[in-house]
């Protein structure tokens, strides 16, 4: 029987930890009820187990039980973000800020907005992934309404001075949104003192079950109300209508238990093996280009491009691995990352690029036979390709 492949893909998603099927396992059965159902036992034991994980979830995040709006995922919160937070402040403005390096699930929402007739300015970035809150603060007009920043790029691992944005937009009376799906379990995260309105996460992405996330309200005066995206019974404060997944809330707040518990180490460890894979590549390949921030970046993920190289035929090579070439929700496009791209990565060195985005079962043993691999493939495809001047 073939060994399955080295998984390092964990930003595209994870395995469902033991301890989180184990803590959803009475939802299915025991705790069966609808949590909507407000008239027998099976009903409130179901809301219970709810407002447990609500209560959980925002005091893992520095946020507030009322706060914490159950989605079916990242995408469904910053939609519910962007266009639920621009929609009804509309008589006071159409402008939203934004920045290139976004997720599809920012960009998109912003772009439908766009066709609605909202303006949207998309920030640049620079070499490494940034952007600053001075261009941010040139970016506000009068008429702008909401600003959309990730904490941390899901493909090249960037931080985003958030807090300072978040502040320059408070000063100046503009809605913040943040994309976290990527930093929370990951980076220490406290949404009072980040001081963004609007804050998405998913559970996928710390090993909790796929299907459910949240949107995070901060709380403030006057509170803060947005347009929900579909209607339909009115759940969640009226914000998100639909029957709760009771199970993934539930393993959610276990997953985020489990991923802050260990954080510090965890980070410590994962920085530790990235640095480890890039050295071992970096000393036997020339031509390897390092992508996004040395310092303000995920512990977990390494960006490299390789020159001389098609990207193709680099990943189909790489049958031992499970590595993508950028977001999961993007990588089946042919055309290069937009994130690549944004920092200035030439077409064809963006197209040779990989992402290696490690996680919790991940050994050194593993990392060294990545890196083995890594190295065999590309130096047999750079052997005789007019791609490659050695």
């Not at 909202?118 to 809150?133: E, H, M, Y």
């Not at 976290?180 to 309105?197: E, F, H, M, N, R």
């Not at 969640?236 to 707040?253: D, K, Y």
């Not at 001389?308 to 290069?336: H, I, M, Q």
Request: glycine share 8%.
């Amino acid at each position: 029987m073939a060994r399955p492949p080295i998984y390092m893909d964990h930003n595209a998603t994870t395995p469902v930890d033991p301890r989180v099927v184990e803590a959803m396992l009475p939802a299915f059965g025991e705790h069966f009820g609808n949590a909507a159902s407000k008239t027998h036992p099976y009903g409130w034991a179901a809301a219970k187990l709810v407002e447990r994980a609500r209560e959980s979830i925002a005091a893992g995040l520095g946020a507030h039980p009322e706060g914490v709006i159950f989605t079916s995922g990242a995408t469904e919160a910053n939609n519910l973000a962007i266009k639920g937070g621009a929609w009804p402040l509309r008589a006071r403005g159409d402008h939203i800020v934004t920045v290139a390096t976004e997720h599809k699930a920012v960009l998109d929402p912003c772009e439908r907005l766009a066709q609605e007739g909202f303006s949207v300015t998309v920030l640049p970035v620079d070499r490494q992934g940034r952007v600053t809150p001075e261009q941010v603060a040139l970016a506000l007009e009068p008429r702008t309404v909401l600003v959309s920043v990730m904490l941390a790029n899901n493909e090249i691992g960037t931080l985003q001075p958030v807090d300072e944005i978040a502040r320059i937009c408070r000063q100046r009376g503009v809605l913040v949104h943040c994309d976290a799906t990527q930093a929370v379990g990951k980076v220490p995260i406290d949404l009072d003192a980040l001081g963004v309105d609007l804050l998405s996460c998913s559970a996928h992405k710390l090993y909790g079950p796929k299907g459910v996330g949240a949107l995070l309200i901060r709380q403030r005066m006057p509170r803060l109300r947005l347009a929900p995206l579909f209607d339909g019974g009115g759940h969640e404060q009226g914000m998100r209508s639909g029957t709760l997944n009771v199970p993934g809330i539930v393993g959610f707040a276990k997953a985020l238990e489990l991923a802050l518990a260990d954080l510090t180490e965890e980070s410590a460890r994962l920085a530790a093996l990235r640095d480890r894979l890039r050295d071992a590549i970096t000393a036997r390949l020339p031509g390897v280009i390092e992508n996004g921030h040395p310092t303000e970046r995920l512990a977990n993920t390494l960006n490299l491009s390789f020159e001389g190289v098609d990207g193709a035929a680099l990943l189909v090579g790489l049958r031992e691995v499970a590595v993508s070439s950028g977001s999961a929700c993007t990588s089946a496009e042919a055309k290069p990352s937009h994130v690549l791209a944004a920092i200035g990565r030439p077409k064809a060195l963006a197209a040779a690029s990989v992402r290696f985005s490690l996680g919790r079962r991940n050994t050194v043993e593993e990392v060294d036979a990545v890196a083995d691999a890594v190295v065999r493939e590309v130096k047999r495809l750079r052997s005789g390709s007019p791609l490659w001047k050695s």
